[in-house]
């Protein structure tokens, strides 16, 4: 998308967007009842008279970033499902919240569409203005720089996140994630079976195992940051389809599972960011590839596992295969990378999801000072987060009798003692886990994002590498 910045709205521009607030509602004429349009955050009135899109952002007195960009992503949907292909979007005295405003604009626009057939394709907006008033024109272009980098990246996580398993596999998001590190400049290094074997790397072989494509181990990394200097260490599980394996899940809404990747997309579509905006840190980003498939060479309940740190897992259910990859990612970015911190994004449990809906990923941590870091980037990227308990109980249920951990603690606390597991392979590193099990993707077009992936913990990520 071309984006140019202007302090006039240029002739020919398509739809205009026009942000209301509560208290402008009566300004507008002729002034609409509550019931053509309330003004709440993402609320949108159409006149189709003058070509201008009014989208609501709330009381004025509570209008912050994510509220804009709630607000502008749900008009962006809008025009893209009327398939309009230029528009502009009036900030005027709102041109503190530009990154925001366009990051929605970039977030709301994308939608999945490439086995549609051509007659239900729409077009995206390929032309936008940003009008503000003559004495921003100069100073807001970073910050449209950087909501269209994060829009973007976030975008292009999505997109590979919507590939299905047919044919988005380990071998395939090696090559996407090849392409993308050539693009940007970044290091890439990947173990393939053999790599993984003499590596040691007992819980992604395992996991691996039963699919007849193979696993790979992922590390991207971004020297932006002096020689030496430990890296902040994102680390995605990024299993391309679950099926469960031996421990088969059940057929209703098993395709949901080719989201199993979205953590490890979200990692990518953050490192995608990162060197784009070169951020003065280093970065590495790991993403743990598998597909998890029952099979005759598929592992299997009862199972000891030596995972690459030495630890021993008893395998309680090959369903729990996410924990078994990211043990083994989290032991690397330690002994390889010499993490200085580590954060691991996940579609770990279903628990999660019990736990906490839809709304909100469930976020654990070793240290109290970095939940609240993980909380700060959040919510200035309007992506809920809420911090969950780490009882030494949740550890003790996952014991095992024959090894040093068992893979499964039953069901109460499933997604505490998921997030226990992890723990145990972390050592003494700052680290945080977050469980994006139902916020990586939506049935339905919901809040200004389309269906599919929604591209959670993108935005976050990169804002934490730029805090920490
Ligand atoms: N990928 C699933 C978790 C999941 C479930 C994500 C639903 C999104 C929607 C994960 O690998 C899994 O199967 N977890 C099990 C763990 C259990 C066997 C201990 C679960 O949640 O049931
Ligand atoms: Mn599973
Ligand atoms: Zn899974």
Same mark, same amino acid.
């Given at each position: 998308? /071309?984006?140019?910045?202007?302090?006039?709205?240029?002739?020919?521009?398509?739809?205009?967007?026009?942000?209301?607030?509560?208290?402008?509602?009566?300004?507008?004429?002729?002034?609409?009842?509550?019931? $053509?349009?309330?003004?709440?955050?993402?609320?949108?009135?159409?006149?189709?008279?003058?070509?201008?899109?009014?989208?609501?952002?709330?009381?004025?007195?509570?209008?912050?970033?994510?509220?804009?960009?709630?607000?502008?992503?749900?008009?962006?949907?809008?025009?893209?499902?009327?398939?309009?292909?230029?528009?502009?979007?009036?900030?005027?005295?709102?041109?503190?919240?530009?990154?925001?405003?366009?990051?929605?604009?970039?977030?709301?626009?994308?939608?999945?569409?490439?086995?549609?057939?051509?007659?239900?394709?729409?077009?995206?907006?390929?032309?936008?203005?940003?009008?503000?008033?003559?004495?921003?024109?100069?100073?807001?272009?970073?910050?449209?720089?950087?909501?269209?980098?994060?829009?973007?990246?976030?975008?292009?996580?999505?997109?590979?996140?919507?590939?299905?398993? /047919?044919?988005?596999?380990? @071998?395939?998001?090696?090559?996407?994630?090849?392409?993308?590190?050539?693009?940007?400049?970044?290091?890439?290094?990947?173990?393939?079976?053999?790599?993984?074997?003499?590596?040691?790397?007992?819980?992604?072989?395992?996991?691996?195992?039963?699919?007849?494509?193979?696993?790979?181990?992922?590390?991207?990394?971004?020297?932006?940051?002096?020689?030496?200097?430990?890296?902040?260490?994102?680390?995605?599980?990024?299993?391309?389809?679950?099926?469960?394996?031996?421990?088969?899940?059940?057929?209703?809404?098993?395709?949901?599972?080719?989201?199993?990747?979205?953590?490890?997309?979200?990692?990518?579509?953050?490192?995608?960011?990162? =060197? =784009?905006?070169?951020?003065?840190?280093? +970065?590495?980003?790991?993403?743990?590839?598998?597909? /998890?498939?029952?099979?005759?060479? &598929?592992?299997?309940?009862?199972?000891?596992?030596?995972?690459?740190?030495?630890?021993?897992?008893?395998?309680?259910?090959?369903? &729990?295969?996410?924990?078994? +990859?990211?043990?083994?990612?989290?032991?690397?970015?330690?002994?390889?990378?010499?993490?200085?911190?580590?954060?691991?994004?996940?579609?770990?449990?279903?628990?999660?999801?019990?736990?906490?809906?839809?709304? =909100?990923?469930?976020?654990?941590?070793?240290?109290?000072?970095?939940?609240?870091?993980?909380?700060?980037?959040?919510?200035?990227?309007?992506?809920?987060?809420?911090?969950?308990?780490?009882? @030494? $109980?949740?550890?003790?249920?996952?014991?095992?009798?024959?090894?040093?951990?068992? /893979?499964?603690?039953?069901?109460?606390?499933?997604?505490?003692?998921?997030?226990?597991?992890?723990?145990?392979?972390?050592?003494?590193?700052?680290?945080?886990?977050?469980?994006?099990?139902?916020?990586?993707?939506?049935?339905?077009?919901?809040?200004?994002?389309?269906?599919?992936?929604?591209?959670?913990?993108?935005?976050?990520?990169?804002?934490?590498?730029?805090?920490?």
């Amino acid at each position: 998308m /071309n984006i140019r910045i202007a302090s006039e709205v240029p002739s020919g521009s398509g739809v205009l967007v026009r942000l209301v607030a509560k208290e402008e509602c009566s300004k507008l004429s002729p002034a609409p009842t509550s019931k $053509e349009f309330s003004a709440a955050v993402g609320s949108v009135l159409s006149d189709r008279s003058n070509g201008v899109l009014y989208v609501g952002i709330g009381d004025q007195s509570k209008i912050d970033g994510p509220s804009i960009r709630r607000a502008v992503s749900s008009a962006a949907l809008i025009i893209r499902k009327l398939g309009k292909e230029k528009a502009a979007l009036l900030l005027g005295d709102r041109v503190g919240f530009a990154e925001e405003a366009v990051e929605g604009f970039v977030l709301g626009g994308y939608r999945y569409e490439a086995f549609l057939p051509e007659r239900r394709r729409t077009s995206a907006v390929s032309s936008l203005a940003v009008v503000v008033g003559k004495e921003s024109v100069g100073t807001v272009r970073k910050a449209v720089f950087r909501g269209q980098i994060l829009g973007d990246s976030a975008n292009m996580a999505r997109e590979i996140a919507n590939t299905p398993g /047919n044919l988005l596999y380990p @071998e395939t998001l090696v090559e996407k994630a090849r392409g993308l590190c050539r693009r940007r400049g970044l290091k890439f290094r990947v173990l393939d079976a053999t790599g993984l074997k003499k590596g040691g790397f007992g819980g992604i072989l395992a996991v691996g195992g039963g699919s007849a494509r193979g696993p790979r181990l992922l590390a991207i990394e971004h020297r932006g940051g002096r020689k030496g200097e430990h890296p902040l260490v994102l680390v995605g599980k990024a299993i391309t389809f679950d099926s469960g394996g031996i421990s088969i899940k059940p057929a209703a809404g098993m395709e949901e599972m080719i989201f199993d990747k979205c953590g490890g997309m979200a990692v990518l579509g953050a490192m995608d960011a990162i =060197a =784009a905006l070169g951020v003065k840190r280093n +970065v590495v980003g790991i993403l743990a590839a598998a597909e /998890n498939m029952p099979s005759g060479e &598929a592992y299997r309940p009862g199972d000891i596992v030596t995972m690459y740190d030495g630890t021993t897992v008893e395998v309680v259910n090959t369903d &729990a295969e996410g924990r078994m +990859v990211l043990g083994d990612a989290l032991g690397w970015a330690i002994r390889e990378f010499k993490a200085g911190k580590m954060i691991d994004l996940a579609t770990l449990t279903g628990a999660c999801g019990v736990a906490l809906g839809e709304h =909100a990923a469930g976020l654990w941590s070793n240290e109290a000072a970095f939940i609240e870091e993980v909380q700060e980037a959040a919510s200035q990227s309007g992506e809920r987060v809420w911090p969950m308990p780490s009882f @030494e $109980e949740y550890g003790t249920q996952i014991r095992s009798s024959v090894a040093t951990l068992k /893979n499964s603690g039953g069901w109460l606390g499933g997604a505490c003692t998921a997030a226990a597991f992890l723990r145990s392979f972390v050592g003494a590193t700052p680290w945080a886990h977050l469980d994006i099990a139902y916020t990586s993707h939506r049935s339905k077009d919901q809040e200004g994002l389309a269906s599919g992936a929604t591209g959670f913990g993108v935005r976050t990520l990169v804002r934490l590498a730029e805090s920490v």
